[in-house]
């Protein structure tokens, strides 16, 4: 059953224990980091507790490494066949009354980074409300503190990967941002595929004040090349946007990035921001598919189709930026931005993903009330079962909903 959250009364002792696990975490390392968050928990009256990160393909949830913890204990768990899967899914705690054990949803901002296991004394009907919330907070404080040492912790990069990975795809995760963002206005969330073998694609979104930015990239190739161009890509636009540049700028930027340092290496791309405060959606679009517009679970046919404009890498657009566009969207909207590796995958029968499932797939999932990067996982999981698991071209696709309502 779900263990909905509520105001309730916390321990009284929870302020100068978390006092105290932040006080230890400045120098623990990674499995430090778990013992520290399991005396903590004791202290507060759970049992012991357990951290587990997601997977970079959001398929399984792995362990970290714990004192006291035996390896036979070190299995991971499935996403979609588990009840902690099912709190990492569907963002609420869930509650095993069997074991007394809490699974507790780990999120960073709003991106979803594991579920921590809480063993909690279980009197009937079930974990005093109190409790419930020391175990919130403590999960809350436990994200952030692993999130904090994941740029220097090999150990938390590790229990994420599957398998190894490649060098194009090494450089590229490098350069990546969370997979989802967002504020009370404005979601941004992405997915990209193969995730131990992407060759050119990349993404980027970030906000600046009110105004949501985003960017797809696609390079030509699948090599260290492609990962290169679009590492390249990403920094030119992040240098021109951090330096006060115009959107029209970002285009002209990469395209003189790529003429100078990486000749003849072409590259398709959406760059675009939103103005969360009133929905104006302003985008370019440099020989990419056009983004898709969803309103009211329906996409709107041609809603952002406009005339082609050349990739980038050429040299056209180094001295004069392509055209942009503009529209008002309305609350609820979402805009889909997709590489062709996603519509162009082909089943083993010859059957094209095509644009009209990709979309279906979005709209049924949040429909039936998915977040938007549940959706996203779910599309992916749809995508590499009909090609097989073997995606022949690098699929990635980004999803942006302006909810001011919320």
């Given at each position: ?104 949803p780990m999120v960073d901002g709003i991106e979803r980074i594991g579920v921590l296991q809480a063993v909690v ?182 809603a952002l189709e406009r005339r082609a404009q050349l990739p980038l890498g050429f040299g056209f657009h180094a001295?004069?930026?392509p055209d942009h566009h503009h529209v008002r969207l309305q609350p609820g909207d979402r805009i889909l931005i ?69």
């Amino acid at each position: 059953m779900t263990a909905e959250g509520m105001a309730a009364p916390v321990p009284a002792e929870l302020g100068p224990v978390l006092a105290w696990v932040l006080e230890r975490s400045h120098a623990a390392s990674a499995v430090e980091l778990t013992g520290v968050i399991n005396e903590a928990a004791r202290r507060l009256g759970i049992t012991r507790t357990r951290m587990y990160l997601v997977d970079l393909q959001q398929q399984r949830l792995a362990p970290l490494p714990q004192p006291g913890f035996a390896t036979r204990e070190e299995a991971d768990l499935d996403v979609d066949g588990s009840l902690a899967g099912l709190a990492y899914r569907t963002l609420r705690i869930q509650h095993a009354r069997a074991e007394s054990t809490l699974w507790i949803p780990m999120v960073d901002g709003i991106e979803r980074i594991g579920v921590l296991q809480a063993v909690v004394p279980d009197p009937a009907p079930g974990p005093e409300a109190g409790l419930l919330e020391a175990a919130r907070a403590l999960a809350n404080l436990a994200t952030l503190l692993a999130m904090s040492k994941a740029s220097h912790d090999d150990l938390l990069v590790r229990r994420e990967r599957a398998r190894p990975m490649t060098l194009q795809a090494e450089l590229l995760w490098a350069f990546l941002p969370p997979r989802t963002i967002g504020t009370s206005r404005a979601t941004s969330t992405a997915v990209l595929e193969p995730a131990y073998d992407i060759g050119g694609d990349a993404f980027d979104h970030s906000f600046i004040g009110d105004v949501l930015h985003l960017t797809l990239l696609d390079a030509m190739g699948h090599d260290l090349a492609s990962g290169g161009a679009s590492a390249a890509g990403l920094a030119a636009c992040r240098s021109t946007r951090r330096s006060g540049g115009a959107l029209s700028d970002i285009p002209t930027a990469i395209d003189r990035t790529l003429v100078q340092w990486i000749p003849e290496r072409l590259m398709t791309a959406v760059v675009a921001e939103l103005d969360t405060v009133n929905g104006d959606f302003t985008w370019l679009n440099c020989g990419h598919p056009p983004p898709l517009l969803i309103r009211d679970g329906r996409v709107l046919p041609g809603a952002l189709e406009r005339r082609a404009q050349l990739p980038l890498g050429f040299g056209f657009h180094a001295a004069a930026p392509p055209d942009h566009h503009h529209v008002r969207l309305q609350p609820g909207d979402r805009i889909l931005i997709h590489s062709d590796g996603i519509t162009e995958a082909r089943s083993a029968e010859g059957d094209l993903f095509g644009e009209q499932r990709l979309a279906d797939t979005v709209i049924r999932s949040t429909a039936s009330g998915d977040s938007a990067p549940e959706a996203l996982r779910r599309l992916i999981q749809n995508l590499l079962v009909h090609q097989q698991h073997r995606l022949l071209d690098d699929a990635t696709i980004l999803l942006m909903e302006w909810h001011p309502a919320r």
